[in-house]
Structures are given as C-alpha cells and as structure tokens.
C-alpha cells in the first residue's frame, strides 16, 4: 500500500504524536514498496533514522538503534516504537483526510493558504471566528476538530464537504444584498487573489454560527482545501476580476443588477 509523507503525518497527528510527525515532516523521505525510510540529520551531520511500514491493515514506525559499540551493523529494534491499526472508516479516518489536505495546500499553495487564514480569524472579512486572534491557532483549531462528511447543494461538483461544531467563535457574515438599505455601498474585493470577485459592505452585523464547513477539492492529483467558514456554504463567486476589478464601488441597485445575491460584512 503506497502512502504519501503527508498522509502518514496527518495519521501521526491525529493519532497524538505531533512531535514524531513534525521530525519526519522535516526529513528526508524513501519511498521502497511498503516500506518508507526516512532520515533526519542535523547540521553535524548527526540526526535520527526510521523505517515506517504500512500494509493493508497497519502502519508500524521502528526506530534505528545506535551504532553498537566496536561494530559497523546499524539495526533496527524488533520491537515496532509505535504501531497503530491502519483507519479504514469512521470519524477517525475523515480528520485524517482533513488534515491531510491542509498540509498539501499549505505545501503546494502557502500563499493562498495563509490568506485563507487571515480572512477567518477574528478581524477578517465575511464569516470570521471571533476568538481566534492569529492563523497558526485558526490552523490548529482546524486539525483539532473532529469532523464529518456532509452535503451541500452549493458544493461545486467533485468537492466534498465536512463540518464540525468543535470550534468556537463562529460568525456567519453573509447577508442579503436586497435586505440592505438602499443608499448601501459596496466595494468589489478578492482578497486571496483567486480571480473571482467578492462583494462587501460595512456596518452589517454578524450572526452566530455553531457550524464550520470545511470544502476539499483535487489539485496538482492532490486533495487540498479549497476554502473553509462558519456556517453553510454559498454559491461559488463566478465574476471575474477582468470583469469588476478589484475597488470598484457599486450601489445597491447596481449590485443586484450584476447579479450579486450575497455580501460578504467588511
């Protein structure tokens, strides 16, 4: 069973060793059949080595022995240091399938990953987490959760979704733009620099949102997160940055106009 360094961290992590995952995050990697080797060294040259197996039913971490005295043979312990029944359903097995896409978008997109933060802690735009005051606690909260499948009809198709009640703080901060008075300002923004726009406005309040959606997708043949937010989710935004560039203030009937239902509170 071939598996991915950062399916076996998110496995460690989820499993309660953060410490073991970081070290073999940081490592270099081998990958041979069911075996993947990795070796840690630091800058003497002087680090840890680890043999993780993973089968059908199982993954086993040894770590290597220190060189015996007077020998050249480096051996592995016959005793496994941690060993844990491969996750094959179940709650379990969709944190791990979290976390895994959160350490692949923050690998192969840290930019729009760490965007995607700020816009939810608690001075963000749109839906935020009002007790969350830095992105490596609204990260963490994320791998903390424990987390389910669901299904939306405003999921994109070939997305899956999840949601959590585990995290506190939620602020759902979408409104109606047709709710709003008519002498309302709006202001075109893309604040992850997706290409697509989002429509905003000040002044609207928020409302409490017990729920986090949580929205994977496929990119580069790897399972990321696309987006994550308190309360459910919305259509996709489909107007472009070419078509309303980033600044452009509208009205209220000119909004509605260009087909804008929803706005997010600034």
Not at 5 to 16: P, S
Not at 171 to 186: H, K, L, N, R, S
Not at 203 to 215: C, D, M, N, P, V
Request: some cysteine; charged content about 25%; aromatic content about 10%.
């Amino acid at each position: 069973m071939e598996i991915t360094v950062n399916r076996l961290i998110a496995v460690l992590i989820v499993y309660g060793l953060p410490e073991l995952a970081k070290e073999l995050k940081d490592a270099y990697s081998v990958c041979i059949g069911d075996y993947r080797h990795f070796a840690t060294l630091d800058e003497n040259g002087y680090g840890n080595d680890y043999v993780v197996e993973f089968t059908d039913d199982k993954i086993v971490v040894f770590g290597r022995l220190v060189e015996p005295e007077g020998g050249t043979v480096w051996q592995y312990r016959n005793e496994p240091d941690w060993e844990v029944s491969a996750p094959t359903i179940g709650d379990i097995l969709t944190r791990i399938d979290v976390v895994e896409a959160i350490l692949n978008i923050k690998e192969m997109m840290p930019e729009y990953w760490e965007k995607t933060l700020f816009q939810r802690i608690w001075n963000g735009t749109g839906s935020i987490f009002s007790a969350i005051y830095n992105i490596v606690d609204m990260e963490q909260a994320l791998i903390n959760a424990n987390w389910k499948r669901a299904e939306n009809p405003n999921v994109a198709p070939g997305c899956t979704a999840y949601v959590t009640k585990d995290i506190p703080g939620g602020q759902y901060g979408m409104v109606p733009v047709a709710d709003q008075p008519d002498d309302t300002i709006f202001v075109i923004e893309d604040q992850k620099n997706t290409g697509k726009v989002s429509l905003v406005m000040q002044g609207a309040g928020r409302i409490h949102a017990t729920e986090t959606w949580l929205i994977i997708g496929e990119e580069q043949g790897k399972n990321v997160v696309f987006t994550f937010h308190p309360g459910e989710p919305v259509p996709r935004a489909t107007t472009s940055t070419e078509e309303l560039p980033v600044g452009t203030v509208l009205t209220k009937a000119e909004a509605l106009a260009k087909g804008f239902n929803l706005a997010k509170v600034g």
